[in-house]
């Protein structure tokens, strides 16, 4: 039997090379691998943007989203029929009126917040990024300094709309198997938020001590619950 497709989608302040690793290691199992270069622009859009690319992939689809990327795949799957399970990698798992803002406030902990990020209006719409100085800390605290000073400055502007609007329709891990990686010591989504977010989805959950770079620090732990989700939907 072959193997479904993963596809990745990337959360707020990154790009598709945080999945470089996990990638890396789908690829020696033998799973075809597509990187979704996530605008950052909207929930609604770019979880239109996702399920373009999902729907033009041939064959069952395991679709896992990091951060701001797992509201995209909730929405991106209500109309994508060819993915099997959804994986959330320090990920939000939004319902029905909820905005990333508000459910990464919800728990205490997150030092993602006004006086860890910059702004800049762009087209009149603010975006937001990590201040460079801060962005190991709330982002990649167990990524090597260096890597994590170049993930700093390489790092896309989120629009604010993006965290801030609230979530439209029935989330699609209402219907579809979920799996949750749970990082322990992430400071942009507390755990007890992804604790609290995998409960109620119903997530098969696994845990590991490490920050919200999780993708970056420990690729092999997130390539295993990928896998997981795959041979678990089969």
Known sequence: ??????????????????????????????YPVVAVANPLRGVE???????????GVSGPVVLAGHSYGGALISRAATSTPNVRALVYIAAFQPDAGESVFELSGRHPGAKLGPETTNVLVHDGQPELSIKPEDFAEVFAADVPAA?????????????????????????????????????????????????FMAERASSTVRRIDASHAVAVSQPEVVAEVIVAAATGTE
Request: a negative charge; aromatic letters at 6%.
């Open 147 to 195: 890597t994590a000073a170049i993930m700093a400055v390489t790092q896309r502007p989120v629009a604010e709309q993006a965290l801030a609007a609230p979530f439209d329709g029935t989330p699609a891990w209402t219907k579809l198997p979920s799996w949750t990686l749970v990082a322990n010591q992430d400071n942009a989504i507390p755990a007890a938020a992804q604790e």
């Open 45 to 55: 859009s770019d979880a239109a943007y996702v399920a373009d690319v999902v729907n």
């Open 1 to 30: 039997m072959s193997k479904p497709t993963v596809v990745l989608v990337h959360g707020a302040f990154a790009d598709s090379s945080s999945w470089t690793g996990v990638a890396a290691k789908l690829q020696e199992l033998g």
